[in-house]
């Protein structure tokens, strides 16, 4: 019987240490610090963010915050999120933001702002209301990689060219065919 209450209260015991280990890398798991210090990459994301900061015009004409988001992840990958420049036209809306992408393209490299992005991915986004409200919505979103950019003229890069020259380009359809 000794034995069997021996065990029993190591094996409690086990429990509460596992319990412990599992709450303690759980709250680790769980905390929301963002120092950009601290992240892999964390300074040449701000650099890349000072860098988009100084050429990107700061007024979407509608509010909001013009970058959102701004981030290299441990594999190289940038990911940099944009609102839109709000427009009389469609047809403006798209320039705009085709034209706000190339100029985040080549803030990013040309010249490089640094060696460690493999990939840019950057995503411009608009407000679109649905029956939960109005929230920023991806309706462009560009792709290129350092290879590519390294061959790649940016004083060439139009609004014309621009699907043709990087590695993936996708813009909301209705866009794609506006006039007006």
Same mark, same amino acid.
């Given at each position: 019987?000794?034995?069997?209450?021996?065990?029993?209260?190591?094996?409690?015991?086990?429990?509460?240490?596992?319990?412990?280990?599992?709450?303690?890398?759980?709250?680790?798991?769980?905390?929301?610090?963002?120092?950009?210090?601290?992240?892999?990459?964390?300074?040449?994301?701000?650099?890349?963010?000072?860098?988009?900061?100084?050429?990107?015009?700061?007024?979407?004409?509608?509010?909001?915050?013009?970058?959102?988001?701004?981030?290299?992840?441990?594999?190289?990958?940038?990911?940099?999120?944009?609102?839109? $420049?709000?427009?009389?036209?469609?047809?403006? =809306? !798209?320039?705009?933001?085709? @034209? #706000?992408?190339?100029?985040? &393209? %080549?803030?990013?490299?040309?010249?490089?702002?640094?060696?460690?992005?493999?990939?840019?991915?950057?995503?411009?986004?608009?407000?679109?209301?649905?029956? $939960?409200?109005?929230?920023?919505?991806?309706? =462009? !979103?560009?792709?290129?990689? @350092? #290879?590519?950019?390294?061959? &790649? %003229?940016?004083?060439?890069?139009?609004?014309?060219?621009?699907?043709?020259?990087?590695?993936?380009?996708?813009?909301?359809?209705?866009?794609?065919?506006?006039?007006?």
């Amino acid at each position: 019987m000794r034995t069997f209450r021996a065990l029993s209260s190591i094996a409690a015991g086990l429990l509460v240490v596992f319990m412990l280990m599992s709450a303690t890398s759980s709250a680790v798991a769980q905390d929301t610090h963002t120092d950009l210090t601290t992240r892999p990459f964390g300074n040449e994301t701000t650099r890349l963010r000072s860098a988009i900061e100084k050429v990107l015009p700061a007024e979407t004409n509608r509010g909001g915050q013009r970058l959102p988001s701004v981030r290299i992840d441990q594999t190289g990958d940038a990911t940099v999120v944009f609102a839109m $420049r709000d427009a009389k036209t469609l047809k403006e =809306l !798209r320039e705009d933001a085709i @034209a #706000d992408t190339i100029t985040i &393209l %080549k803030a990013t490299y040309d010249p490089p702002i640094t060696d460690r992005i493999n990939t840019i991915t950057v995503v411009g986004t608009y407000p679109v209301t649905s029956g $939960r409200g109005t929230r920023e919505w991806p309706v =462009l !979103r560009v792709t290129l990689d @350092a #290879d590519k950019a390294r061959n &790649l %003229k940016f004083d060439k890069l139009t609004n014309e060219n621009i699907d043709q020259e990087v590695n993936n380009f996708w813009i909301y359809p209705p866009l794609i065919d506006a006039e007006g």
